[in-house]
């Protein structure tokens, strides 16, 4: 059974950083890509960042460009997100994902597994 379990959110003053880890189990991903989106109250789930299965290309949503960083290790069946220079509009529910291709996207409905998601807040 494939399980996506993310941890590392938690309160965090702006400016601050926080990284995010998304442990996969079940198979192994290495040739899968894989991506965090999140959610906030009220609106819709937004994508944030996404890794190919090597790792060579990524693709940033506007909003973090610059100021987050994702990053995967295959022989851990983890990705990791690097967030710096937060914000109080990034307060969010974080999910990670993976997908049964190969090459990054932002679509959501392209994701095949996802986890429970790890709350990350910021306050200005």
């Known amino acids: 059974q494939v399980q996506l379990v993310e941890s590392g959110g938690r309160l965090v003053q702006a400016g601050g950083s926080l990284r995010l880890s998304c442990a996969a189990s079940?198979?192994?991903?290495?040739?899968?890509?894989m991506g965090w989106f999140r959610q906030a109250p009220g609106k819709e789930r937004e994508f944030v960042v996404g890794?190919?299965?090597?790792?060579?290309?990524?693709l940033y949503g506007d909003s973090v460009k610059g100021r987050f960083t994702i990053s995967r290790d295959n022989a851990k069946n983890t990705v990791y997100l690097q967030m710096n220079s937060l914000k109080p509009e990034d307060t969010a529910l974080y999910f990670c994902?993976?997908?049964?291709?190969?090459?990054?996207?932002?679509?959501?409905?392209?994701?095949?597994?996802w986890g429970q998601g790890t709350q990350v807040t910021v306050s200005s």
């Open positions: 994902a993976v997908r049964g291709g190969t090459l990054a996207t932002d679509r959501a409905g392209l994701y095949d597994y």
């Open positions: 079940g198979r192994t991903f290495s040739s899968n890509a």
């Open positions: 890794i190919s299965g090597s790792g060579g290309y990524t």
